[in-house]
């Protein structure tokens, strides 16, 4: 079956700075996704960044890119220049490419603070 | 286009009650999946419907069920309300099953307390 662990379960960053979040996953699986979303005090789960295991470059999204390490089974996500609206809930999270579904694997999440 | 909606956003029930959650999925996704998410727990993979069919389901006690209509709108039931199951319940829709690069879009939640 497939994990995925975030071993930190808090993390705070100060505004305009750069902060890394962590995420390790465990598949015997070649192909598949991931993601990581973001979930604000509204508590709708919002998409952040998403890399296809086959690609080898990092996705990036304006001020969000990842470290995608396949060997390692490391999927990090890197935020730059902070802002206080990045506050929130982040997962990392798994979608195998098989099986016909849509099931996402979640890790605990960890809880991000931006300090002004 | 309007995203995925959850109704009601808030609910307190009592233990042995029953209790319905209700999803409509964003107009055009026929796949919707229902998450748990509890502090201690996160987020576990209740089921997914498509086609008005279970295509996948979770480890959870038959208590927990779902259906899907035509329209693809969801619901999904428990009966017989445990403390435990004093949660977020957590919508989420795509186009389908299939469209493995779609990400997932999820709703607002809805707050279950049980009493």
């Known amino acids: 079956a497939q994990t995925v662990t975030q071993s930190q379960p808090e993390m705070s960053v100060q505004e305009a700075e750069t902060v890394t979040l962590s995420c390790t996953y465990d598949?015997?699986?070649?192909?598949?996704?991931l993601f990581w979303y973001k979930q604000p005090p509204s508590r709708q789960m919002i998409l952040v960044i998403r890399?296809?295991?086959?690609?080898?470059q990092n996705a990036t999204e304006n001020r969000f890119s990842v470290n995608f390490q396949k060997a390692a089974k490391s999927f990090s996500l890197k935020i730059s220049d902070s802002q206080l609206g990045d506050a929130a809930m982040y997962f990392c999270a798994y979608r195998m490419i098989t099986g016909a579904n849509s099931k996402l694997t979640f890790g605990k999440g960890i809880t991000l603070s931006v300090r002004p | 286009k309007a995203g995925v909606t959850q109704t009601p956003r808030y609910l307190i029930k009592t233990r042995g009650q029953q209790v319905t959650l209700s999803c409509s999925p964003i107009?055009?996704?026929?796949?919707v999946s229902w998450y748990q998410q509890t502090p201690g727990q996160g987020l576990q993979f209740l089921f997914e419907?498509?086609?008005?069919?279970?295509?996948n389901k979770g480890n959870f006690p038959g208590r927990f069920s779902g259906r899907q209509f035509s329209n693809s709108r969801s619901e999904m039931n428990v009966s017989t309300l445990e403390l435990g199951d004093s949660a977020l319940y957590l919508c989420a829709s795509s186009p389908n099953p299939f469209s493995y690069n779609s990400p997932l879009h999820f709703g607002n939640g809805t707050r279950l307390t049980v009493t």
């Open positions: 890399q296809e295991a086959y690609k080898q």
């Open positions: 419907y498509f086609s008005e069919t279970q295509r």
């Open positions: 598949t015997s699986e070649s192909d598949y996704y």
């Open positions: 107009s055009g996704h026929r796949s």
